[in-house]
């Protein structure tokens, strides 16, 4: 049976992977160190289906001091979605966080990856915010100009990859998502504020003046993304994994008080640096060498997230 590594198994993508992996039948070692940017409860609430899994393994570790020795015996297939996540906390103190989480802990996985054949696939997740701001559909060619340190650090995580697979042949591929929404979406990003406060009655923080855009990918396609860039037969890509709906925040907005059937208390605040004014992927490539299809509109997408926050709301 073949044996899978999960890094950042407890996170919002990390957890959804680790279990569509186990349904589909196949062994999983998850290694997460619940890092502090959300609560602790929160990921834990992600692993509770999870650890009671026979096929699972998870491991509380910072990727920092791992003996990646120990764990990679009979491993064939890495995804790395271990990282420091956030655009707008990534300035100032914080910084060295980020180098460690998203630079530093790349390249030791690289390191102990590089001189191991049993490793067929590792998928690095890489970040829309690598490329800063877009004026319209952008593809991998375009150059990368973060305007964030968060962008910066995933950029320098993926060229990291890229230097590995020339230089030593690690098989990896790198995956720049675009705005991933769904259940499980951490607590600190915009539709799961904007849900939790529009069902509560709260004013939701609107950071300029709505009109700027996003590409939109819901979590179950950036799964299958993930399993086509390890089942393909290329190695050394990068693919932007957007979704199937691309729409202002204002217009977000709208649809979350169509389905919640609540009046949103819009509260505009000033624009935050670092976030681009608008985002757009352009997937041709993802389409046509690993075969990606988003089926998720946004619609469908925030239905099934006001779903999930009703019930955490209850709880």
């Known amino acids: 049976m073949s044996k899978i590594l999960v890094t950042g198994c407890a996170g919002f993508i990390g957890s959804t992977l680790t279990e569509r992996l186990l349904q589909d039948g196949l062994q999983v070692i998850g290694i997460d160190c619940f890092t502090t940017n959300y609560d602790r409860e929160v990921k834990k609430r992600n692993l509770r289906w999870l650890i009671q899994q026979p096929r699972f393994h998870f491991l509380e570790q910072d990727l920092l001091t791992t003996d990646f020795n120990l764990i990679l015996d009979g491993v064939d297939t890495i995804f790395h979605l271990a990282a420091l996540p ?122 300029g003046d709505g009109q700027q855009s996003r590409d939109f990918t819901f979590v179950e396609d950036a799964v299958t993304a993930n399993l086509l860039a390890a089942h393909s037969s290329v190695t050394g890509e990068v693919f932007n994994i957007g979704g199937i709906s691309h729409l202002t925040i204002n217009e977000a907005v709208q649809l979350m008080e169509k389905q919640t059937q609540k009046k949103a208390i819009r509260n505009f605040l000033p624009a935050q640096a670092g976030d681009p004014k608008h985002t757009w992927a352009d997937i041709s490539k993802a389409r046509n060498i690993l075969g990606y299809k988003p089926t998720f509109d946004v619609e469908k997408g925030i239905f099934l997230q006001i779903e999930e926050i009703k019930q955490l709301i209850k709880q």
């Open 86 to 207: 956030g655009v707008r906390t990534s300035w100032g103190a914080d910084f060295r966080a980020y180098v460690d989480n998203n630079i530093l802990t790349t390249q030791r996985l690289l390191e102990s990856v590089k001189e191991r054949t049993s490793i067929k696939k590792l998928v690095f997740s890489s970040s829309s915010s690598v490329y800063g701001g877009m004026n319209g559909p952008t593809a991998e060619d375009q150059i990368p100009r973060p305007i964030s340190p968060y962008g910066v650090t995933k950029l320098s995580a993926e060229q990291l990859c890229g230097l590995y697979h020339k230089n030593f042949g690690v098989p990896v591929n790198s995956l720049r998502y675009f705005t991933v929404f769904g259940p499980r979406q951490r607590p600190d990003m915009a539709f799961h504020r904007m849900i939790h406060r529009i069902l509560r009655e709260e004013p939701i923080p609107i950071y």
